[in-house]
RNA sequence: GGCGGCGUAGCUCAGUGGUAGAGCAGGGGAAUCAUAAUCCCUUGGUCGGGGGUUCAAAUCCCUCCGCCGCUACCA
């Protein structure tokens, strides 16, 4: 049996949910309930991300211990899921007992490792330098503004303080080979898009540094094993989620064995080093095979500014949803911008994609031939005739669709897999225009029939591929065409409906958006007469 | 500073040597099954500026201008 592990990261507790955190869940949920349907046996994981000094200061600063605080705040992010109507199979949080097993689990491995210069993959030395708790990064002197009041800031803007404490390091710089040698020649697909992968590789040959993997001047954290004053950079404890979530450290479960190597990290354009080149290089050195790929999305703007809480345009997504609906705003972040690149996010634009895409192309195409169905032909499938070389054109390209959208989904190609989808709702628009099968039915009945059974077997297929985009909608179409539960999987693809099945009474799947205030006939927009 | 990318129709972008493309927006028409939806036709660009290679350049080379990403660092 296919199988397929995806991951979104794991939110830090403390961020509020916005766009960009649905946009990277959103993607993963598609890519999951694709490869369900299509036969493969799926794990979906997210989670959130709880350790660290800054939830140390804000559970403070809310006047709760780390864990009730980290315990209301995850909250907020299944919330997020649930409202995204996202098919998540598990939901880790870090500071479960599996993950500080686990965590723990891959220190000893690392620490047990040689790395591939021979040396110890982690020594104790000493840190001293400045640190940005909100950044949770360290800066060079250089990089420091110092700021009317005195204060040294991190380019960021966050204050930074200097630090000087022991701590473990990680051997990350014998693992530069290695690295290289992974990228280029054993895995080539390993990271996504072409530019981050080109980033990550011109940063590794550069040279890289050991890398500071623990700390002592704060509680909140795993132990380090054997060594109690310390506790694990967020990172490396963060990073391990991915593993602990298919039973790591028991490598021998069925969950383990099936899922491991993940098939996909998503990630923002953020993180892309932590998972490209810090994450294969933990990994590695515990000895445990590293993931297929990883692939790095864009950032939204939202009416063309960079989305911050000073602005105060931060979008929240249950606004969104609550405004235009939950299928097409899902369908709108995957469909407006090709995936991998930055994009803005805009009322009009929105708007344009939810009348123009959902309501007129798709939603009005379903509409239109089914309400004709229940008008003209019995309100049901009706039977088809010999097939003219038109039909057997749209036909084909409907079938057509399930391979053109596998190979697009297989690239994270989002947005063409949509355009390809589009290309078929287009081509049955003009198919019936071209038919017409309002003038059939006073002219050639059975020819109208045939006209009619090859449109519904069209928006059959178009349903069962756009479920995973639009699970809601396309459950209604599919429920509209009587579909079957068990003929809704990819399995089913090519059992064609059946002439003579009733069809229940047609229903609008996409309303249009219309602003407040105008009026119901429009404005200005009525074209012809 | 180094490396990389981008700059093509009003907007968003595709197009990497051989007569400039798509979607949306704008204009005209057809049809009337349908969510005032659909279909057809159409306006519109000296492909950032300049120079070069070539029979031929949006596409290759040089240079300049503007924007962006990664990264390094200076006095």
Redesign the pocket.
Known sequence: MKHYYVTTPIYYVNDAPHVGHAYTTLACDVLARFMRLDGARVHFLTGTDEHGQKVEKAAAAAGMTPQAFTDKVSQNFRALAKALNISNDDFIRTTEARHIKSSQAIWRAIAANKSPKGRDNIYLGKYAGWYAVRDEAFY?E??LVTGPDGKKRAPSGAEVEWVEEPSYFFRLSDWQDWLIAYYETENPGFIGPV?RR???I??VR?GLTDLSISRTTFKWGVPVPDAPDHIMYVWLDALTNYITAVGYPDTKTDLFSIFWPADLHMVG??I??FHAVYWPAFLKAAGIAPPQRVFAHGWWTVEGQKMSKSLGNVVEPNALIARYGLDPVRYFLLR???FG?D??FSHAAMV?RL??D????????????L??VA??AGGAVSQPGALTAADEKLLGAARNLLPAVRAELAEQLFHKALDALWQVV?DA??Y???Q????LRKTDPARMSTVLYALTETLRRLGLLLQPFMPDAMAKLLDQLAIPADARDFAAFERALVAGTALPAPQ?????YVEEGEA???K??????
């Open positions: 060079g250089n990089e530019s080109n980033e990550a011109s940063f550069q354009k953020d892309v080093r407006e911008v090709p690149q994009g803005d344009r009348n123009t959902l309501a007129n192309d798709l939603g009005n195409l379903a509409q239109r031939v309400s004709f008008k003209n287009g628009n003009r019936i225009d071209e017409a099968p309002w003038t609008g799947i996409f309303p249009r119901t006939a429009g200005g927009g009525q074209k012809g007469r």
